[in-house]
């Protein structure tokens, strides 16, 4: 054997790994660009929820305090409870707001990261993307089905005890 053979030997094996290692990267940061944008959609929309009830809050102490303050402090002192400021139903619906966002987004980016590791696997496998992408979309279909009848059944039962 000549050093010739020997490097067009080895070179024949390490192009495909090459390619494979290539097609990796590109599918990783295929998928971390598709959840940067999720994650980026999901601190813009919680914080413009907070920023807007942030806001109303203020103008409801503002208010408060205005109105504490013609009152004088006897009326305060008699009845301070008239005095706190509003807003605890916008508090409440803006944490309720954030948690089902937040919930939203780490649904989105389980799938995300999911179907990007199956994208990834299939590749290093040799398999086709889309084969490995139906096989997955059949799995979640019968996941959804199966969660849909037990909250079919929990409903009814729910429903019967009430």
């Not at 490097?7 to 990796?24: F, L, M, T, W, Y």
């Not at 590109?26 to 009830?53: H, M, Q």
Request: net charge positive; charged share 25%.
């Amino acid at each position: 054997m000549n050093v010739e053979t020997i490097v067009s030997d080895v070179k024949g094996r390490v192009e495909p790994i090459v390619a494979k290692g290539q097609d990796v990267v590109f599918y990783g940061f295929e998928v971390l660009k598709s959840a940067n944008t999720i994650v980026v959609d999901g601190v813009t929309s919680v914080y413009r929820t907070n920023l807007a009830v942030g806001k109303d809050l203020v103008g409801y102490a503002q208010t408060s305090f205005t109105k504490a303050k013609s009152d004088g402090i006897k009326a305060v002192a008699a009845n301070p409870a008239a005095y706190l400021p509003e807003g605890k139903d916008a508090l409440f619906g803006a944490l309720s707001a954030t948690r089902e966002t937040v919930i939203k987004t780490g649904d989105e980016l389980v799938k995300t990261f999911k179907s990007g590791f199956e994208t990834i696997t299939a590749k290093l496998n040799g398999e086709t993307v889309e084969a490995k992408v139906k096989a997955s979309a059949t799995k979640a279909k019968a996941t959804v089905k199966k969660t849909a009848t037990s909250a079919k059944k929990t409903v009814r039962k729910t429903a019967a005890k009430a």
